[in-house]
C-alpha cells in the first residue's frame, strides 16, 4: 500500500514561512517526479512545484518563483515545499503527489500523479 503524507501546514501572516513536508512510503520513492498541487475550493487543482526523481530538474509555477523551493530527500522518502514571503493568495489546501515518471516534463495534469496525500491546510492572513 502507496501512503503519502503531508505536514507543516498551518496559519500565517502574510510575509511569513512556512516547510512543507511529505513523506512517502510503499514505492521506492527515487524512482518517482515528485510534485505540490493546490486546491482553493471551486477552482481546478493547480500544479505549484515538481522535482524530478534525482532533485536536479525543478519547476515552479510563474506565481511562486522567487519565494518557494522544492527539495528532496530520498534518503528519507521525503519531500518538501519551503515557502517564504507567504502571500494572502497562497491559502490554500496543498497536496502532494507521486508521478508515475522519472521526470516532470512539462505536463501538470493531475491524472499523471497516481498517488496523492490527503492535504495539507495553509492560511495565510493579511
Known amino acids: 500500500q502507496v501512503q503519502v503524507v503531508e505536514s507543516g501546514g498551518g496559519l500565517v501572516q502574510a510575509g511569513g514561512s512556512l516547510r512543507l513536508s511529505c513523506t512517502a512510503s510503499?514505492?521506492?520513492?527515487?524512482?518517482?517526479?515528485m510534485g505540490w498541487f493546490r486546491q482553493v475550493p471551486g477552482k481546478e487543482r493547480e500544479g505549484v512545484s515538481c522535482?524530478?526523481?534525482?532533485?536536479?530538474?525543478?519547476h515552479y509555477t510563474d506565481s511562486v518563483k522567487g519565494r518557494f523551493t522544492i527539495s528532496r530527500d530520498n534518503a528519507k522518502n521525503t519531500l518538501y515545499l519551503q515557502m517564504n514571503s507567504l502571500k494572502p493568495e497562497d491559502t490554500a489546501m496543498y497536496y502532494c503527489a507521486a508521478k508515475a515518471t522519472l521526470g516532470c516534463y512539462s505536463s501538470w495534469l493531475t491524472d499523471e500523479f497516481p498517488y496523492w496525500g490527503r492535504g495539507t491546510q495553509v492560511t495565510v492572513s493579511s
Open positions: 510503499g514505492l521506492t520513492f527515487e524512482d518517482h517526479a
Open positions: 522535482i524530478n526523481y534525482q532533485g536536479d530538474r525543478i
